[in-house]
């Protein structure tokens, strides 16, 4: 599937990994479970971690350990949950991560600029989009009327002249 | 005596939402002239047939519903499909009904 | 034509909503050309007011705070007669609703309304939906403040928020800045009523939780003096609780009442605190004085003139209307004055095309171009002159809207019900029409005094049956209409949850049923009791007795 990364098609470094395989070489992918109980060993390791979280696993869940990760990856488990907005969203203001955030699941091209605002910077896009339809879908709306993780100016902002 | 288990195949169509009754392969726009299904069997291969045609993007959300026909004539057994083959009970100049249908 | 004091779109809101209208458009055309299959398309749809009801598309359009100028109802009348069937629904949410507009047309309606500065945006959807108000604001006499530029504050805070457009159900806030409540603050998800603290500073105290439909709740106090520099940090700190921990499993127990009441509102006050601090330390949502000072300035109050008041007299017709439908204003010379939209047997909130362009010269010549929709379905001239009410009431008895019964029983609020929507499991119009007719007589109505009935189709409460003072909830056996009767119910300050008497009467008998309960009120009630008092007195059971039949009746007197 069609990987974007800051805006244009990337090569996934990471390797998803399941809860009961063995843990490839490089940057890995975990489930939550997974991180949880390999985490000495996945520390331990120097390089790159990924955690995929379910819709219904907080980011506060990785408690301290959210910033010794390169990439979160959060869940669309059907495009009507609209959980990970917020997820992303702590992460990027609450948690202060600077690493990917990624779109993972089902969701829809409708949905791509929400998620841009939120604080996602990677998606496994569905197999019927293209970098075009992306830079398309975040080109819908010019302004916005809320300050959100995009660090954008909003239409108050722009009224006032800042 | 009515059959009870008698079928009618309705949706809408997609592009105005007009209700829709199912006639042989296709749709018709009046409930007196739909395809009355008598066992469950036929019923059920019509909404079969309907929901794989749902990709043509002509119509919407079919579904079957209960009939019962009295000297020829189709009635719907519930109120809601009564109301949707005539138009609003509290205007007779609109839908339906309204078309001398 | 007037120009009313009210929120006017800038370069950014124009282009907005623009640009809002011309993405619906392609995710029209996506739709009909198979891209999006209905599933994906419907809350996609849905978020743009556009459902798919019985006999057709459904297009919910929105009145924000309820606040209409004559060139948008111009605009809703045109809708009405060139897209649709020649009338429009008011409903309980300050929203119109056009009954069969076609798929293909509704980016043109949008566009339409786009040119008068509306728009169906969050209509519907599990997202935050068009924001209420006190539909006197700005002219009531209990008035703390007006609660419209906050409600336009939200609106624009809440529009495409790109956190909470798939909720775990819809969200509904409303506003009043008044004591008196007329916007049934208790019963929404959230609300936010304008007060006074102990050093008469202004502020907010917002309320969450309330609800109708299978769970009716009355909502609890969130926070009880919320700064206004605070109110969006607040609102977003609450809203992202929901977000998060709302149930999505089961969809009638995803609203925020459940969640409130599962967690205890204490909790939901912690959480909310917590998060609430985050957000004020980030800064970026505090909202600036000049900001609310600048929205505020576009409600100003009208140029009034100076006058003494002095309310006319006229024949009985006259008279009748003056005593239900006119309502005292703040300013001295002033009336603020109700349009029914429940003449006796017609379906309430439904107005034409024509009736909406009499409404509309009517505004320009006699309410300073303004209007508003209340959230009992009628219409209301916010600012007219006292002198001028025999000649409003004369041009609305032309056209069929002077109906002398605002407050009264007749006055009854119906959601659509199943003559239309596709939720519903009863028809709610011909029984209004019933009960209407029952209590045509004028001289009865005035005898019975203020009583709310209120109708839904179904347990989703659109037509707000908990909150009536008697409420009807259809419900269906076997694909055969029943009414269930409530009684005791109250949407105002003193809201209350309205009580299920028993087993449901047919769509035949109800009206006869809703008639020996209120003979049973006339004949039992004490000085100055409203319906309401006397029910809360004596308590459901003389009334059940009454009810279900007048031989039933007589043995319990025996």
Redesign the interface.
Same mark, same amino acid.
């Given at each position: 599937m069609p990987f974007i990364k800051d805006k244009a098609l990337a090569a996934d470094s990471f390797t998803a990994v399941a809860d009961d395989a063995a843990l490839a070489d490089g940057p890995v992918l975990v489930s939550l479970a997974r991180f949880q109980k390999d985490r000495e060993t996945l520390l331990a390791r120097n390089t790159a971690i990924g955690v995929r979280l379910k819709s219904d696993e907080s980011p506060e869940l990785l408690g301290e350990d959210v910033n010794r990760l390169s990439l979160v990856a959060l869940e669309f488990p059907k495009f009507r949950d609209g959980r990970a907005f917020s997820w992303a969203r702590m992460l990027r203001t609450r948690l202060g991560f600077t690493g990917e955030i990624r779109a993972v699941g089902d969701f829809l091209y409708d949905q791509l600029a929400y998620q841009h605002r939120t604080g996602f910077d990677a998606w496994e896009l569905p197999e019927n989009l293209t970098l075009d339809d992306f830079n398309r879908a975040l080109a819908e709306m010019t302004n916005v009327y809320q300050p959100s993780a995009d660090g954008k100016k909003t239409i108050r902002e722009l009224r006032a002249g800042l | 005596m009515a059959n009870p288990s008698s079928q009618v195949l309705t949706a809408?169509r997609?592009?105005?939402?007009?209700?829709l009754y199912r006639k042989a392969d296709g749709w018709v726009l009046t409930l007196a002239e739909a395809d009355v299904y008598d066992d469950k069997p036929a019923a059920q291969a019509a909404l079969d047939a309907a929901t794989a045609g749902?990709? $043509?993007?002509e119509y919407? +959300?079919p579904y079957l519903f209960e009939v019962r026909r009295e000297n020829g004539v189709i009635h719907p057994?519930?109120?809601?499909e009564i109301? $949707?083959a005539a138009?609003? +009970?509290?205007?007779a100049d609109?839908?339906k009904q309204a078309q001398g249908v | 034509m007037a120009e009313p004091n009210m929120y006017r779109y800038d370069e950014f809101d124009a282009q907005f909503v623009a640009e809002r209208t011309a993405q619906f458009r392609t995710q029209v055309e996506r739709r009909l050309k198979g891209e999006l299959n209905e599933d994906q398309f419907k809350p996609l749809r849905l978020m743009n007011g556009l459902y798919l009801q019985l006999h057709a598309y459904m297009l919910r359009v929105a009145v924000p705070y309820g606040t209409l100028s004559s060139a948008q109802m111009r605009k809703l009348a045109h809708i009405a007669r060139v897209y649709d069937k020649g009338y429009g629904h008011f409903t309980t949410r300050q929203n119109i609703q056009y009954n069969w507009p076609a798929l293909v047309d509704v980016p043109d309606i949008l566009e339409e309304l786009a040119s008068v500065e509306m728009h169906a945006i969050q209509t519907s959807g599990n997202c935050i939906r068009n924001v209420t108000a006190d539909h006197f604001a700005g002219a009531a006499l209990d008035e703390i403040e007006d609660p419209r530029p906050l409600a336009e504050v939200i609106r624009q805070w809440s529009s495409l928020h790109p956190e909470f457009v798939f909720l775990p159900r819809k969200f509904k806030i409303a506003v009043s800045g008044a004591p008196n409540d007329r916007a049934a603050l208790a019963y929404h998800d959230m609300a936010i009523e304008i007060v006074k603290n102990d050093q008469g500073r202004v502020g907010y105290k917002v309320l969450v939780g309330g609800g109708m439909g299978r769970t009716p709740y009355i909502a609890q106090v969130l926070g009880d003096f919320v700064e206004k520099e605070d109110i969006l940090a607040f609102l977003e700190a609450a809203m992202r609780i929901y977000n998060q921990q709302g149930r999505r499993d089961n969809m009638y127990k995803a609203r925020i009442k459940i969640l409130t009441n599962a967690l205890g509102i204490e909790e939901m006050r912690r959480l909310t605190g917590i998060e609430f601090a985050e957000i004020k330390k980030a800064g970026t949502l505090q909202l600036p004085k000049e900001e609310l000072d600048r929205i505020t300035a576009y409600f100003a109050a009208p140029a009034f003139e100076t006058l003494e008041d002095a309310m006319p007299s006229g024949d009985a017709a006259f008279e009748a209307w003056k005593k239900t439908n006119v309502h005292k204003h703040r300013q001295p010379g002033y009336a603020i004055a109700t349009i029914s939209l429940k003449p006796i047997g017609g379906v309430p909130g439904d107005a034409s095309a024509d009736q909406m362009d009499a409404v509309a010269a009517i505004m320009d010549r006699y309410s300073l171009g303004e209007i508003r929709v209340s959230h009992e379905q009628n219409l209301v001239l916010p600012h007219v002159r006292q002198k001028d009410l025999p000649a409003i009431h004369a041009a609305l008895a032309g056209f069929d809207l002077a109906t002398p019964n605002a407050g009264l029983i007749t006055d009854i609020i119906a959601c659509p019900g199943l003559d239309y929507c596709d939720l519903a499991n009863a028809r709610s119009i011909p029984i209004a029409q019933d009960i209407a007719k029952t209590f045509a007589d004028l001289d009865r109505q005035h005898d019975i005094g203020e009583l709310k009935i209120k109708i839904s189709g179904c347990i989703n409460a659109c037509g707000h049956h908990h909150a009536g003072h008697i409420g009807i909830l259809g419900v269906d056996k076997k694909g055969v209409e029943f009414y269930q009767l409530l009684l005791g119910g109250s949407g105002a300050e003193d809201a209350s949850i309205g009580q299920i008497m028993g087993p449901g009467f047919t769509e035949h008998e109800i009206a006869g049923a809703v008639e020996r309960v209120v003979n049973l009120y006339l004949a039992k009630r004490e000085k100055g009791e409203r319906f309401l008092d006397t029910y809360r007195r004596m308590g459901m059971e003389p009334f059940k007795n009454v009810a279900y039949g007048e031989e039933l009746y007589a043995v319990h007197q025996g």
């Open positions: - | 809408n997609l592009n105005d939402g007009t209700v749902l990709t $043509r993007n919407v +959300s057994v519930k109120e809601r109301i $949707r138009g609003p +009970s509290v205007r609109l839908g | -």
